[in-house]
């Protein structure tokens, strides 16, 4: 899936659940969805360093909390069957980060770790300020 798909992925669901959260009488929060890290060879994506810091730090947010599962099972499209085992990297669980300051909800598949020490991705620089804050 790419970014944008998820975006409108999870941008779905929270209208459906905050259309029952108003029918109930219930506050309700709008965060803007960003998808990170949803990566698909036919779309570019920045490449770059990240700090050491940094990829502790995602790590460290990564264990805490609730880790989802996803859709489904992704498979990285960059490798040539990678690691030298003829296989590919895999995953099939997700995670949302929550920027209340900003009112932002950052979504970024397991498979983040994989695509920066692998492929050189670099996530964009609000997500990487964000995460360092945290």
């Not at 940094?54 to 498979?75: C, D, N, P, Q």
């Not at 030298?84 to 949302?96: D, I, L, N, P, Q």
Request: hydrophobic share 35%.
């Amino acid at each position: 899936m790419k970014n944008k798909e998820v975006e409108q992925e999870h941008l779905e669901m929270q209208k459906k659940f905050n259309k029952s959260l108003l029918e109930k009488g219930h506050p309700i929060e709008d965060f803007k969805f960003v998808a990170v890290g949803y990566l698909d060879s036919s779309e570019s994506f920045e490449k770059g360093e990240v700090s050491n810091n940094f990829l502790i730090k995602l790590r460290v947010l990564w264990s805490e909390g609730i880790i989802l599962g996803s859709a489904g099972h992704h498979e990285c499209e960059f490798c040539e069957g990678g690691y030298g085992t003829g296989e590919r990297a895999t995953s099939s669980s997700e995670k949302t980060l929550t920027d209340q300051e900003n009112k932002i909800e950052y979504i970024f598949p397991e498979m983040i770790f994989h695509y920066i020490t692998e492929h050189k991705f670099k996530p964009n620089k609000a997500f990487i300020e964000f995460v360092m804050r945290s």
